[in-house]
């Protein structure tokens, strides 16, 4: 099946920025879509891109896409103690399956 | 982007038991899904809910254990059957939208068996 890999555990300081990788292996993905979830709660939808797009940004959220090496980033910019949650990469293709990376979770230290 | 309401957001059930969980979303969507997240795990798709028909299981998902029900367009229910310690986990309801091509989740349900 489809792999999307993601690094376990990243911790930065408040105010730092924050990058959270994700590597996956579905050539014919469409979307990639970066989720966060705080504890106790759902899945909140923070941002996607679709895969003709290289860049989106949104506030203090940037998303990196490099298709060649099948590469997703998130840049949280200026990073809050608000910020600290779970955050999955997540792709989906014509079949309009997601599939989820194992999430990293983001300690923003005070 | 539409608004689920999950219920119940948590419940303590004996083995053997079983469990359905609700989702309601406030607007007619064609794809609906449940995924089940382990204990510190990412989440893993069980079915996608069909209207009108028979939902479609993952591999590892069988009818019998997660019967699913999808009456309407809004409207969507998950059984766990005959529960096990290994059902304890957090389901969640999804669904997508077609306009914006984004998924959205419900709060999820976390369940524990004992």
């Known amino acids: 099946g489809e792999d999307v890999e993601q690094s376990l555990f990243l911790s930065v300081r408040e105010g730092d920025s924050s990058v959270i990788n994700c590597t996956y292996t579905d050539s014919s993905s469409t979307y990639l879509y970066w989720y966060k979830q705080e504890p106790g709660a759902g899945l909140q939808l923070l941002t996607y891109i679709f895969s003709n797009m290289d860049m989106k940004q949104d506030q203090r959220l940037t998303v990196l896409l490099n298709k060649k090496d099948k590469h997703l980033s998130l840049r949280i910019a200026d990073t809050q103690t608000g910020d600290s949650a779970i955050y999955f990469c997540?792709?989906?293709?014509?079949?309009?399956?997601?599939?989820f990376g194992g999430g990293t979770r983001l300690m923003v230290k005070p | 982007s539409a608004v689920i309401s999950q219920k119940p957001s948590r419940d303590i059930c004996q083995r053997g038991t079983s469990l359905t969980i609700q989702c309601q979303v406030d607007s007619q969507v064609t794809m609906m899904f449940w995924y089940r997240q382990q204990p510190g795990q990412s989440l893993t798709l069980i079915a996608t809910a069909n209207q009108g028909s028979e939902a479609t299981y993952e591999s590892g998902f069988v009818i019998d254990k997660f019967p699913i029900s999808r009456p309407n367009l809004t409207f969507s229910t998950l059984t766990v059957s005959n529960m096990s310690p290994e059902d304890s986990s957090i389901y969640l309801c999804s669904v997508h939208h077609s306009a914006n091509y984004g998924y959205t989740f419900g709060s999820g349900t976390r369940l524990t068996v004992v």
């Open positions: 997540a792709e989906s293709n014509a079949g309009n399956m997601l599939t």
